[in-house]
């Protein structure tokens, strides 16, 4: 990768997800696109149109990231080129998987994200949902500390945000102490 190349950690959400489905096998944008729509089974969390499921493709493949894994007859036309991660890919979505978002905002989309691709992996999620529980520990008692002495509107968005932190806390809490063991990686 040469330096004027955006690396990993400026991905898109859009092109980590991408990513985490050429990491479980190989794939054609077809078929990522399938399930990145609104009903399937990466786009109830994380939804991505079509046009921006083949932009990522272009752009994972431009920052080495994915490769071109052969080809499949289309159904209904042209052979589909397949994708898969590269042992790059590969590494750069475990670091990704493993660190916990950085604000409240993310816990609905980008940590479900990361909790969905990470249980169709077959994964254990115990370290991200840890991590992440440590992130937000500090979030809700600085909270705590603020909302008796704010006033107005202020106040009221300090409440949210306390409110919204404690159950992102409580839902984290649930999940660790439901957690079933990791199942098996899809395709072993």
């Not at 994380?46 to 920052?63: F, G, M």
């Not at 894994?69 to 397949?82: K, V």
Request: contains cysteine; charged residues 20%.
């Amino acid at each position: 990768m040469t330096s004027s190349t955006p690396g990993p950690s400026q991905l898109s959400c859009g092109e980590w997800a991408v990513l985490g489905l050429l990491a479980e096998q190989p794939r054609h944008g077809f078929a990522v696109a399938r399930l990145m729509a609104p009903d399937g089974e990466v786009g109830r969390v994380w939804a991505l149109p079509k046009p921006l499921v083949y932009r990522a493709l272009s752009t994972l493949q431009d920052r080495h990231l994915v490769t071109p894994a052969g080809e499949e007859p289309g159904e209904r036309g042209p052979h589909r080129t397949l994708h898969v991660a590269t042992a790059e890919g590969v590494e750069a979505l475990r670091a990704w998987l493993a660190s916990p978002v950085d604000h409240l905002r993310e816990v609905r989309s980008l940590f479900m994200l990361k909790l969905a691709l990470l249980a169709r992996g077959g994964a254990d999620a115990a370290a991200l949902l840890a991590a992440q529980r440590e992130r937000l520990g500090p979030l809700v008692a600085a909270l705590e500390a603020r909302v008796d002495s704010a006033e107005a509107f202020d106040r009221t968005l300090l409440l949210w945000r306390l409110e919204s932190a404690r159950a992102a806390l409580r839902f984290i809490d649930g999940l660790t102490a439901t957690a079933p063991v990791a199942a098996a990686p899809r395709g072993a």
